[in-house]
Nanobody, 125 residues
Framework: VQLVESGGGSVQPGGSLRLTCATS????????MNWVRQAPGKGLEWIST????????YYADFAKGRFTVSRDNAKSTVYLQMTSLKSEDTAHYYC???????????????????WGQGTQVTVSS
């Protein structure tokens, strides 16, 4: 199982980034996928979840209206489009599977499920 995030970087407040999580080694289309982040000095924070077929998505309150999760099952890839970025969005961003029902409040835990190494997003003027 491999999950590889990319697309992070430095951006000014109000800017946008699109994160990509390329996966391999498992039947991607059969898994709900999640995005989670960790800001400096803070714990893991769930961002968004997308179901196997991509028809249902869930977002943390801070992500609603600014972030959009999507997936391409043919490419075994999940995306996170982020707009109107704020300094408080600065964090390391991870994609993950088999994490439990994060959208129902289950706490993210890197010892549960499969996670990528993450990609850093820095929002600063």
């Amino acid at each position: 199982v491999q999950l590889v995030e990319s697309g992070g970087g430095s951006v000014q407040p109000g800017g946008s980034l699109r994160l990509t999580c390329a996966t391999s080694g498992f039947a991607f289309s059969r898994y709900t996928m999640n995005w989670v982040r960790q800001a400096p000095g803070k714990g893991l924070e769930w961002i968004s979840t997308i179901t196997m077929d991509g028809l249902t998505t869930y977002y943390a309150d801070f992500a609603k209206g600014r972030f959009t999760v999507s997936r391409d099952n043919a490419k075994s890839t999940v995306y996170l489009q982020m707009t109107s970025l704020k300094s408080e969005d600065t964090a390391h961003y991870y994609c993950a599977k088999d994490t439990g029902a994060l959208w129902l409040g289950a706490p993210p835990d890197r010892s549960i499920g499969s996670w990528g190494q993450g990609t850093q997003v820095t929002v600063s003027s």
